[in-house]
């Protein structure tokens, strides 16, 4: 399963971006999919998360009221939006997937995929 992700990049606070996640092969509709973010010298932390319906998601505390996770089974994609963004959002975000399991949890060692990041840099 391959999980590049996409829309990172320089924003200054305030402002919005959208991230998204094309996956690749198997059951791409079946998965749980999750928005982790790691920011330097940190431990990597879970943002958002979907399950396979689209029906139930998930958020940290940081990202309620401003962040939405959605996802297009039709196209393989799952999405991110991030609005009002804030200097202490800034770290490099990252897709995963989850196979064996039916409700979202946000432990990164649960989840079994995962892409190569995109960085979201945030000015303040």
């Known amino acids: 399963v391959q999980l590049p992700a996409f829309g990172g990049g320089l924003v200054q606070a305030g402002g919005s971006l959208r991230l998204s996640c094309a996956a690749s092969?198997?059951?791409?509709?079946?998965?749980?999919m999750g928005w982790f973010r790691q920011a330097p010298g940190k431990d990597r932390e879970f943002v958002a998360g979907?399950?396979?319906?689209?029906?139930?998601?998930r958020y940290a505390d940081s990202a309620k009221g401003r962040f939405t996770i959605s996802r297009d089974n039709a196209k393989n994609t799952v999405y991110l939006q991030m609005n009002s963004l804030k200097f202490e959002d800034t770290a490099v975000y990252y897709c995963?997937?989850?196979?064996?399991?039916?409700?979202?949890?946000?432990?990164?060692?649960?989840?079994?995929?995962w892409g190569q990041g995109t960085q979201v840099t945030v000015s303040s």
């Open positions: 979907i399950r396979w319906n689209g029906y139930s998601t």
């Open positions: 092969g198997r059951i791409f509709s079946r998965y749980i």
């Open positions: 995963a997937a989850e196979t064996d399991r039916s409700i979202v949890t946000t432990a990164p060692y649960e989840y079994d995929y």
